[in-house]
């Protein structure tokens, strides 16, 4: 861990991650992840020849982020590197309200064909202070719920909404530990943490580096293409940072246990890089 940092205590991750499962312990996410193996498929270019598909496929749950929303369904070639399925989406709050904007029919039919069962969203900040109590985007919130329950649609499609609320404000309250600083975490990282209290067996996690390139699916980032760990995928200084979520994911992993959380290709790359 890079000396600026101060790490919390395995004990300190654990009451948090109580704290969850005690809030969310009877909720319908709850009820679908408990005790089942989940794969986080993150958007970083490197998945892409990979031939992981079949083996993604294998994962009782398969987890996809933000902007893997457009690509849905995918097409037959993508489907060898990534997979078909798409049972949970991750969505920032930007996510949210950029889909709400947008035909709700071909909203409706991208999820019949990925098959999402869930979509999980969190508050938000106004000015990196975190956003307590409603979401940030209420509008957009209630739009893709009037979508998803409307009653002229198939029976089909059974995606629900779910709030990330309680795990997105106890992770950023940790990073912001670590850091002595207020840090927002990622969409990646809480997908992680989330589906962790919600009793996930285990979580395995692909195709995610934790910086500005790998946040979003095949997306060019403007002002080059050097990986900036305080930086978004339009080059612009955030509330994010790498540094701190992959020092915190360490501690969460000796935590909870290789076992629980498994990582491939790009990620471990880049812990070993940074830290």
């Known amino acids: ?62 987890v996809r982020i933000n902007t893997a929303y457009n690509f849905v369904p995918f097409s037959v070639e993508w489907r060898k590197d990534i997979g078909r399925r798409t049972d949970i989406f991750y969505l920032a ?3 949210m309200k950029w889909i709400a904007e947008k035909d709700m029919t071909q909203f409706y039919r991208r999820l019949l064909n990925s098959q999402c069962k869930f979509i999980c969203f969190q508050n938000g900040h106004n000015g990196a202070n975190y956003i307590q109590g409603d979401y940030v985007y209420p ?14 649609k198939p029976p089909a ?12 404000s106890s992770l950023c309250n940790l990073l912001s530990q670590i850091a002595g600083k207020t840090v927002l975490t990622r969409t990646g990282l809480l ?53 701190v979520e992959i020092a915190l994911l360490k501690q969460m992993i000796t935590t909870f246990g290789k076992d629980r959380i498994i990582l ?5 790359e880049v812990m070993e890089d940074q830290l």
Not at 264 to 268: E, G, I, Q, S
């Open 139 to 152: 509008e957009a919130r209630d739009t893709l719920k009037t979508a998803l329950l409307s009653k002229s």
């Open 93 to 95: 709050p930007s996510s």
């Open 1 to 62: 861990m890079k000396s600026s940092l101060k790490p919390v205590t395995a004990e300190t991750i654990l009451a948090a991650h109580r704290k969850v499962c005690d809030l969310r312990v009877t909720s319908k996410l709850s009820n679908y992840l408990r005790g089942k193996k989940v794969i986080i498929v993150g958007a970083d270019t490197s998945i892409l020849g990979s031939n992981m598909g079949n083996e993604i496929e294998k994962h009782d749950v398969i």
């Open 157 to 168: 499609i059974k995606t629900q909404l779910s709030s990330s609320h309680d795990s997105c």
């Open 264 to 268: 491939k290709d790009k990620l471990a």
């Open 191 to 243: 997908a992680i943490w989330d589906c962790l209290n919600h009793g996930a067996a285990s979580v395995t996690v692909t195709g995610m580096s934790f910086y500005h390139g790998g946040g979003h699916m095949f997306r060019t980032i403007e002002g080059g293409d050097k990986l900036d760990p305080l930086k978004d995928h339009l080059n612009h200084k955030s509330f994010h940072d790498s540094n």
